[in-house]
């Protein structure tokens, strides 16, 4: 990973993020909002979340968007992945008065970001859009490794678990999750939710080779919530416990009551789904 800076202070964009963006600015036009669709390796970083000193995917954005337009922007993103979770579609929005076009920002935005950090899309939204309120689900895939040999390759972006799982076991425990319910047992320790109900909408376990990818679909989810169920999953495929039992560690409603938290480089966030589905806002002129 190449850290650009963590701190707010940085450069102006360079020549090659200006040409990428069409040019340099001619000038400026009132604030727009910007939705971008971004992807990132979170192996070194401490998360999603500006910290102040620490490398974070925030800090990044908002680091490249300063150099690039000079202005210093708060990029308000839909989920708050932590430390060493990883995600496909990461949605964040920012406000700024620059008359970049869209596709532009996106591009230029590439050039001034580390390697583990892109920007997929960027597209024009309603000023009044935020990403965490639009959202109305989210997709998470959770990746465990399941030979007896560990891999060098996948070592950041899954768990390795030597012991043959019995996925049949954990689908069966899988479905316990499904529905509104409360969650208690599955929060970490130090969440901030004023209340621990949440709907899943879904929940798979599947075999693909050497893997075992569990994923979850719910409307919203708790600090480490997905972790807790992919460690609960794991111990029922090794037959540490029934897949019936799962029912009562979520009626427990206390944390101690469920196994260990996943490790976090298993976690990819995959989607989050808006409702209505998001188009880009149609302009004229510069903006």
Request: charged share 25%; with cysteine; hydrophobic share 45%.
């Given at each position: 990973?190449?850290?650009?800076?963590?701190?707010?202070?940085?450069?102006?964009?360079?020549?090659?993020?200006?040409?990428?963006?069409?040019g340099t600015e001619q000038g400026r036009s009132g604030p727009r909002k910007v939705l971008l669709t971004v992807e990132y390796d979170g192996t070194g970083y401490a998360g999603w979340q500006f910290q102040p000193n620490r490398p974070?995917?925030?800090?990044?954005?908002?680091?490249?968007?300063?150099?690039?337009?000079?202005?210093?922007?708060?990029?308000?993103?839909?989920?708050?992945?932590?430390?060493?979770?990883?995600?496909?579609?990461?949605?964040?929005?920012?406000?700024?008065?620059?008359?970049?076009?869209?596709?532009?920002?996106?591009?230029?935005?590439?050039?001034?970001?580390?390697?583990?950090?892109?920007?997929?899309?960027?597209?024009?939204?309603?000023?009044?859009?935020?990403?965490?309120?639009?959202?109305?689900?989210?997709?998470?895939?959770?990746?465990?490794?399941?030979?007896?040999?560990?891999?060098?390759?996948?070592?950041?972006?899954?768990?390795?678990?030597?012991?043959?799982?019995?996925?049949?076991?954990?689908?069966?425990?899988?479905?316990?999750?499904?529905?509104?319910?409360?969650?208690?047992?599955?929060?970490?320790?130090?969440?901030?939710?004023?209340?621990?109900?949440?709907?899943?909408?879904?929940?798979?376990?599947?075999?693909?080779?050497?893997?075992?990818?569990?994923?979850?679909?719910?409307?919203?989810?708790?600090?480490?919530?997905?972790?807790?169920?992919?460690?609960?999953?794991?111990?029922?495929?090794?037959?540490?416990?029934?897949?019936?039992?799962?029912?009562?560690?979520?009626?427990?409603?206390?944390?101690?009551?469920?196994?260990?938290?996943?490790?976090?480089?298993?976690?990819?966030?995959?989607?989050?789904?808006?409702?209505?589905?998001?188009?880009?806002?149609?302009?004229?002129?510069?903006?």
């Open positions: 990973m190449t850290v650009l800076s963590t701190g707010r202070g940085g450069g102006g964009g360079g020549e090659g993020a200006e040409r990428l963006a069409g974070t995917v925030q800090g990044m954005l908002e680091l490249a968007v300063r150099r690039l337009t000079g202005e210093r922007v708060r990029v308000a993103g839909a989920s708050r992945t932590d430390a060493g979770v990883h995600a496909e579609d990461q949605a964040a929005c920012f406000t700024t008065a620059s008359t970049i076009p869209a596709d532009g920002i996106a591009a230029a935005l590439n050039a001034l970001l580390p390697g583990d950090i892109a920007v997929k899309r960027a597209v024009d939204v309603a000023p009044d859009f935020d990403p965490r309120r639009a959202a109305r689900s989210k997709r998470y895939v959770y990746r465990v490794l399941n030979r007896p040999v560990r891999s060098p390759l996948w070592r950041s972006r899954s768990w390795f678990v030597p012991h043959e799982l019995d996925v049949e076991a954990m689908t069966a425990a899988a479905t316990h999750f499904v529905g509104e319910k409360d969650f208690s047992s599955f929060r970490a320790a130090d969440s901030d939710a004023v209340h621990s109900v949440r709907r899943i909408i879904s929940v798979s376990v599947r075999r693909c080779g050497d893997f075992v990818d569990i994923e979850v679909h719910g409307t919203a989810f708790l600090r480490h919530m997905v972790r807790i169920m992919a460690g609960t999953l794991v111990w029922v495929g090794k037959g540490k416990l029934a897949a019936d039992d799962v029912a009562a560690v979520i009626e427990a409603r206390r944390r101690s009551a469920a196994p260990a938290t996943a490790p976090p480089q298993g976690l990819v966030l995959k989607k989050i789904e808006f409702q209505p589905p998001v188009l880009p806002l149609h302009t004229t002129g510069d903006a």
